[in-house]
């Protein structure tokens, strides 16, 4: 996709004022770009919250992936209520609070288990009640303090 911004020519170039500083541009786009430049024309106009990938309404759930060395999205602020859920999509893992609260992977129901690592398809849900900062990492890629494989679950109040 090329989306190229150039120096209008021609009748648009006469419109800015000679010595004002404002230039006149066109937008020369090729078939993606066209495509990519009318969304963002529309998103510009739209109105109301505009909310990061990892933000959540309360309630409702969002996943975490584990796959090679890395959780994916990391960081993630989720609103009180919501669960996160890591699934391991790859790889020998487990997902460990820093502060010990949780230690889960395989077999794991958050209330039992012993959240050794595994390279099984394992997922974990936990429900974040109220506002809180969980540091959490892989025990075998990872450590506390947001070493190596680690990310932090940020939880806000609800709406």
């Known amino acids: 996709m090329n989306v190229i911004f150039a120096a ?6 006469e ?5 004002s500083g404002w230039r006149a541009y066109r937008l020369v786009a090729g078939r993606l ?3 990519t430049a009318a969304l963002a024309l529309t ?3 739209c109105g109301g919250t505009v909310k990061t990938p990892t933000e959540m309404a309360g309630g409702s759930q ?11 999205p990391a960081n993630v602020t989720v609103r009180a209520g919501t669960t996160v859920m890591w699934t391991n999509t790859g790889g020998f893992h487990n997902v460990t609070a820093d502060d010990g609260s949780f230690r ?10 012993k959240g050794d690592p595994s390279t ?20 075998i890629h990872g450590a506390a ?7 932090t679950i940020t939880v806000t109040a609800g709406p």
């Open 33 to 35: 770009g066209t495509l």
């Open 104 to 113: 889960c992977s395989n077999g794991c129901d958050d209330t039992g288990g």
């Open 43 to 45: 998103l510009l106009g």
């Open 62 to 72: 969002t996943t975490v992936l584990a796959s090679d060395f890395v959780f994916t």
């Open 145 to 151: 303090g947001g070493v190596g494989m680690s990310g």
């Open 15 to 19: 419109k800015a004022a000679p010595g």
């Open 120 to 139: 099984a398809a394992w997922s974990f849900g936990r429900t974040f009640n109220s506002p809180t900062v969980v540091h959490y990492h892989c025990q």
């Open 8 to 13: 209008a020519r021609g009748p648009a170039a």
